[in-house]
């Protein structure tokens, strides 16, 4: 009877070493982490399409690679499946197909949206230096600039209702400037929110509500 209260005793002490604290039975190891970069995720997006609808006001022959709108709507709905993630209750060992999806849906999402980034830092990377060094004059209201003006045959770059060339050489080249320092937060966001859903499916890194269950048994380490 002693060995056996003993051995009971032991079981209980594990399972409880096992379980989270009192203090933390409603808060996980990473659900606020995940939460910020849901955050950082939904402002960047928004700050990338505002900057890219900005651009394509200047002028309307811009091109959509160049007003990378896109960019910052897809990172909007990232944001929102990070969103749904934190408010999916955690079950251990993914027993529950929905926390699943979702967490392999946010996965490839912040991968499509590095990727989707890095293509953005690209394209404006090029722009910039190319609007740095760009010759504009004002021809009937819109804005012909060339690389060399002394050039015959240098390629011409023409900028329909651009209004003042001021706009393309400075107001425009500033906006390529401020869209590779977003896109660049933007991948690190994003690679750093896969980078969660990786520790969470092989390292147990928690993601989501965590709520304890009425027995410790619930929280026993397998």
Not at 153 to 182: H, K, N
Request: glycine letters at 6%; one cysteine or more.
């Amino acid at each position: 009877m002693g060995q056996k209260g003993s051995t009971e005793k032991t079981e209980a002490k594990k399972r409880r070493d096992g379980s989270p604290e009192p203090g933390q039975s409603k808060r996980c190891r990473g659900c606020c982490f995940p939460l910020l970069v849901a955050l950082l995720q939904l402002l960047l997006g928004v700050a990338v399409a505002v900057v890219a609808f900005l651009m394509s006001a200047i002028s309307p022959s811009l091109l959509t690679r160049e007003t990378p709108h896109w960019a910052g709507i897809i990172l909007f709905f990232v944001s929102i499946v990070g969103f749904v993630l934190c408010c999916i209750t955690y079950v251990p060992d993914e027993r529950t197909s929905l926390q699943f999806i979702v967490k392999l849906l946010y996965f490839i999402l912040c991968v499509i949206g590095l990727v989707i980034s890095v293509l953005v830092i690209a394209f404006a990377g090029h722009h910039y230096s190319l609007t740095s060094s760009l010759s504009c004059e004002q021809v009937e209201g819109d804005c012909v600039c060339t690389l060399d003006r002394d050039d015959p045959i240098a390629r011409t770059f023409v900028y329909e209702a651009a209004g003042d060339c001021e706009a393309i050489s400075g107001t425009l080249t500033l906006y390529f400037l401020i869209q590779i320092m977003l896109n660049v937060a933007q991948a690190l966001v994003c690679a750093v929110g896969a980078f969660i859903m990786w520790k969470d499916r092989y390292q147990v890194f928690f993601a989501g509500l965590q709520i304890a269950a009425p027995s410790t048994q619930h929280w026993q380490r397998v």
